[in-house]
């Protein structure tokens, strides 16, 4: 999600008609009871993409096109809130869990998608998300309340609910990842950091220093999200009592960057509901914000060590205005003083802001030598001969190879990461 990548690495950051397919008028009146009811609520932008074939096929050919209709039935099943807000929970949760275990490699592949895709994970999310929307049941559902399921169905297939750290002797690691985006431009789009996420959560990774356990969370890619606190409500109750954190997101074609500097500021590239906004980062206590953020990761050592097929680089670079200065300059060696942002390392998109919230978050707790940081993974791209997002496969050997590297590698830099000092603020 930066601001000066291409438009297809912009992350640089991160029912379908699986839906029930609706009959007669006659068949839609009998298949709902007098206790609920289907609305004209409109779908969200990004779920009107499920209409789309490739979300279809993806869905189709994961096993996950079954889970909207189940959820539905459960539903209409609610005879109260209490229980619609358990059934929300319940099927949110599942689908996180079935997501993880997918990738992990338990219980059975549903499909013959590769395991480690994170897309199914998305489109039956917005399934969900759709078939929530669209339902009015007969005891009552103020905007409040419906807001209220709609953010237990995000929180709990995000696995925001689901962080389980062991005892003290395990060191604890925090790592987030994105949904897919520029999805406008081609809707079989995955995102590895949402990849490393599923293949990553729950596992321990060995060290010098002893096991680490991994756990993740999944965030959207959405302005508004960001705006109304949602990364600060996972990491702030999460962040002191961890040993390292990383945010993670698809950046650069090739290659790792470790961002060195994050920037207060958004860029106002269109996220996945085609909204757009351009300004300060806003956060609780304006007045007390800084224009700049730093990763306390070790990020010398993660350059140097090999952790795999792709080169890792030690990010300086920024985008400023300088003190007393009108226009933009880049600086390659990170920000002069005085100087306010226009682009972190990790450009002015979400990947850039997630990273700037979760280190100034780090800094207002009091956490200094906590390491942490944001990692940008290689572009996930698909073969020479399936660029074309409208007559192009949704899968191919080099996409798979190329995501299976990727999370590989994320895996090995977290294992470098946590067997290294944090660098002197």
Sequence with gaps: MTHHFSATTRLGLGGVALLLVLASPATHAAAYPADTARTS????????????????EILRRS???????????????????????????????????RAVDRAQGRGPAT??????????????????????????????LTDERRRALHTALETSSRGQDDLRFPGHRVKRVLLTGFDPFTLDRDTRIGNPSGASALALDGTTVRTADGPARIETVVFPVRWA???????????????????????????????????????????GFPDNENAVSTGTVPVDDPGTQPQWTTTTLPYRQLAAADTGRFPVY????????????????????????????????????????????????????????????????????????????RTGAVTDPDFERNRSDIVDQVRELVRTAVGNPAPRP
């Design 314 to 389: 030690d990010n300086t670079e920024v985008t400023e205005i300088p003190a007393g200065g009108a226009q933009p300059v880049t600086r390659p060696e990170g920000p002069t003083p005085g100087s306010a942002a226009r682009a972190g390392g990790g450009g002015d998109y979400l990947s850039n802001e997630i990273a700037y919230r979760a280190t100034l978050l780090r800094d207002r707790l009091g956490l200094p030598r906590l390491p942490g940081g944001h990692l940008h993974t290689p572009v996930l791209q698909f073969g020479a001969e399936n660029t074309n997002p």
């Design 63 to 97: 096993g996950f096109d079954t889970l909207a209709p189940r959820f539905e039935r459960a539903l209409r099943g609610s005879d109260g809130y209490a229980q619609a807000e358990r059934t929300v929970t319940r099927h949110a949760s599942a689908l996180w869990r």
């Design 41 to 56: 609520a409109a779908a969200t932008v990004e779920e009107q993409r499920l209409d789309r074939a490739a979300p279809r």
């Design 111 to 140: 499909g013959d998608l590769s395991r480690g895709d994170d897309r199914p994970l998305y489109w039956a999310r917005l399934a969900l998300s759709r078939e929530l929307r669209a339902w009015t049941p007969r005891f009552g």
């Design 225 to 267: 999200d960001f705006a109304e606190g949602a990364v600060e409500r996972v990491l702030a109750r999460q962040l002191p009592r961890l040993d390292l954190f990383t945010t993670v997101s698809q950046g650069r074609p090739g290659r790792f960057d470790v961002e060195r500097t994050n920037g207060a500021w958004r860029g």
